[in-house]
């Protein structure tokens, strides 16, 4: 299935700096991404490794959709051993998720008027040959969802011309924002804290509704196509690799690039591709 979307990784940037933004009115925040239960510094239990080797172990239940958590605990509590086993079976989902998130192309940077930040002819160029792509994968897409961006929403329109007959809708909660403060902090991009905290919600809420394991009640597997921002699906990265969330600026992802994040029915995630610019010439590659 790789070979379909013939896999380029683009290496990664690291910003450089110290701690500036994460002040204590931020914890609040961070308490609702970080599980408080396990210590960074807890160490293997499994045998398997030595104790010298400090690890975070996975949280199965990241996106509060494992079996267990989803029957009727008050039912649960009276059944025996048998009708337990069969509840959680009934919750347990057998089709994986696959999303791919895509980056918007090309936009016009010298405005700051959002709705004047659309596509340059570059842009639009770049969008069009990811359409191709996409459509010569033999893949059949689930839906589209769109930021409601220009830059994304334009971007997504010119992938639709080249797909046949795949639903799509937009959603605000896609657009680009500042996720979660970085560090090592930028020195070329500072913006307000307040940002962080009402953005950073937001984005966090897009995480929570997009990228989760598939239902109970979906049995085959899907492929969902996000067209949205780098800030996004870097901040997406992070979250469901359970990566600290501050690292999201470590990363830098191409214009209209494609990152493919795979979802198992038990929770596990794995990424396929990030950044993958496979199908542009190397004249055509840009990370504005």
């Given at each position: 299935m790789l070979r379909r979307l013939g896999l380029?990784?683009?290496?990664?940037?690291?910003?450089?700096?110290?701690?500036?933004?994460?002040?204590?009115?931020m914890k609040?925040?961070?308490?609702?991404?970080?599980?408080?239960?396990?210590?960074?510094?807890?160490?293997?239990?499994?045998?398997y490794y030595p104790d010298d080797f400090p690890k975070k172990p996975w949280d199965h239940n990241w996106d509060l959709r494992d079996p267990l958590s989803l029957v009727d605990q008050?039912?649960?509590?009276?059944?025996?051993?048998?009708?337990r086993k069969e509840m959680v079976a009934k919750q347990r989902p057998?089709?994986?998720?696959?999303?791919?998130?895509?980056r918007h192309g090309q936009y016009v940077l010298d405005t700051k008027d959002p709705v004047e930040r659309k596509l340059t002819p570059l842009g639009r160029e770049q969008a069009a040959l990811l359409g191709k792509r996409l459509s010569e994968t033999g893949l059949k897409y689930d839906q589209l969802v769109m930021s409601t961006m220009p830059r994304a929403s334009e971007t997504a329109?010119?992938?639709l011309d080249k797909l046949s007959s795949v639903a799509y809708k937009s959603d605000s909660l896609?657009?680009?924002?500042?996720?979660?403060?970085?560090?090592?902090?930028?020195?070329?991009?500072?913006?307000?804290?307040?940002?962080?905290f009402t953005e950073g919600a937001r984005i966090e809420a897009a995480f929570r509704k997009y990228i989760h394991r598939a239902s109970v009640h979906q049995k085959e597997d899907s492929y969902e196509l996000i067209v949205c921002h780098a800030n996004v699906i870097r901040y997406f990265i992070c979250r469901a690799l359970q990566f600290p969330p501050e690292g999201w600026l470590r990363m830098s992802l191409g214009n209209a690039s494609i990152t493919w994040i795979a979802i198992r029915p038990n929770g596990n995630v794995s990424i396929r591709c990030a950044g993958d610019v496979g199908h542009l010439h190397p004249d055509k590659i840009t990370f504005t």
């Open positions: 380029v990784l683009t290496p990664t940037a690291a910003a450089a700096a110290t701690g500036y933004y994460f002040r204590d009115d609040a925040f961070a308490a609702t991404l970080v599980d408080t239960r396990s210590s960074s510094s807890s160490l293997s239990s499994s045998g008050r039912e649960y509590e009276k059944a025996d051993a048998d009708k057998t089709a994986t998720r696959h999303i791919i998130l895509i329109n010119i992938i896609l657009e680009e924002g500042a996720p979660y403060p970085p560090e090592p902090v930028s020195y070329h991009w500072r913006p307000a804290k307040k940002k962080f």
